[in-house]
């Protein structure tokens, strides 16, 4: 029988049983067992893991382990480059797009509040968040681990927090997003890019008091909706001011 020793690390622990968060603890694994498949045996989605370590030495998930076999596991690194060592995914996004599943609404809307293109309906079902990640290349947001755990899912995030504002912070922490935010600049609604236009063209839509006290004007060309610096753009701004770094 091949048995192989584990140890996880920082938040991976949650994923676990209580016995064996944050200590070594030896496995037995069937013969032809990889990396990939014993780790989510052990309730952690591959798409949390950034690095895998075994006997000291990085590895992919395609790794058959073999007996005696140390292996360290190890989340996204917030403030230490493991780049030189990274063997788990071919490519890395270019471009950071997101599509969530039903129970993340209030997160979507606030990731397009950033400028993120993230796609959500409630209507989606898991194989129609699979598939589109896969042909978008989109990053999966998910409350439910055994989505993330779908082969074809490469990029995901499993989201720990249950209020939509706490869900904002977790992943722009996490994904170190600040720096490639664009508040404002996406419909939040349906995701579509807004496009500055002239007051004189959208006056007729606007109440009396906006017509009065504001000059700048974006509208969506999906559902026509037309936003201005409002107070609820400002409760927006404070809310993207209290996140890491600020927005």
């Given at each position: 029988?091949?048995?192989?020793?584990?140890?996880?690390?920082e938040?991976?622990?949650?994923?676990?049983a209580?016995?064996?968060?944050?200590?070594?603890?030896?496995?037995?694994?069937?013969r032809?067992?990889?990396?990939?498949?014993?780790?989510?045996?052990?309730?952690?989605?591959?798409?949390?893991?950034?690095?895998?370590?075994?006997?000291?030495?990085?590895?992919?998930?395609?790794?058959?382990?073999?007996?005696?076999?140390?292996?360290?596991v190890?989340?996204r690194?917030?403030?230490l480059?493991?780049?030189?060592?990274?063997?788990?995914r071919?490519?890395?996004?270019?471009?950071?797009?997101?599509?969530?599943?039903?129970?993340?609404?209030?997160?979507?809307?606030?990731?397009?509040?950033?400028g993120?293109?993230?796609?959500?309906?409630?209507?989606?079902?898991?194989?129609?968040?699979?598939?589109?990640?896969?042909?978008e290349g989109?990053?999966?947001?998910?409350?439910?681990?055994?989505?993330?755990?779908?082969?074809?899912?490469?990029?995901?995030?499993?989201?720990h927090?249950?209020?939509?504002?706490?869900?904002?912070r977790?992943i722009?922490?996490?994904?170190?997003?600040?720096?490639?935010?664009h508040?404002?600049?996406?419909?939040?609604?349906?995701?579509?890019?807004?496009?500055?236009?002239?007051k004189?063209?959208?006056?007729?839509?606007?109440?009396?008091?906006?017509?009065?006290?504001?000059?700048?004007?974006?509208i969506c060309?999906?559902?026509?909706?037309?936003?201005?610096?409002?107070?609820?753009?400002?409760n927006?701004?404070?809310?993207?001011?209290?996140l890491?770094?600020?927005?």
């Amino acid at each position: 029988m091949v048995t192989a020793t584990f140890r996880f690390y920082e938040e991976l622990n949650d994923f676990l049983a209580p016995d064996r968060r944050k200590r070594e603890f030896t496995v037995p694994c069937a013969r032809e067992a990889t990396t990939k498949h014993m780790i989510e045996a052990l309730g952690v989605p591959h798409t949390e893991v950034e690095l895998i370590l075994v006997n000291g030495e990085s590895v992919d998930f395609s790794r058959r382990l073999e007996d005696g076999d140390r292996v360290a596991v190890y989340p996204r690194f917030e403030a230490l480059d493991v780049t030189p060592v990274l063997r788990l995914r071919d490519h890395p996004l270019r471009e950071t797009r997101f599509v969530a599943d039903a129970h993340l609404g209030g997160l979507a809307r606030m990731l397009r509040m950033l400028g993120f293109d993230t796609l959500y309906d409630n209507h989606f079902h898991d194989d129609d968040i699979v598939a589109i990640a896969e042909k978008e290349g989109r990053i999966v947001l998910t409350r439910d681990r055994e989505l993330l755990k779908r082969r074809p899912v490469t990029h995901g995030c499993y989201v720990h927090a249950l209020k939509s504002e706490q869900q904002l912070r977790e992943i722009v922490g996490r994904l170190d997003l600040v720096r490639s935010a664009h508040p404002f600049t996406r419909c939040l609604h349906c995701n579509v890019p807004l496009r500055p236009v002239d007051k004189a063209s959208v006056l007729d839509r606007l109440p009396p008091r906006v017509q009065a006290h504001y000059d700048r004007f974006s509208i969506c060309d999906g559902c026509r909706r037309v936003y201005w610096e409002g107070s609820h753009w400002y409760n927006m701004r404070r809310l993207l001011d209290g996140l890491p770094n600020g927005a």
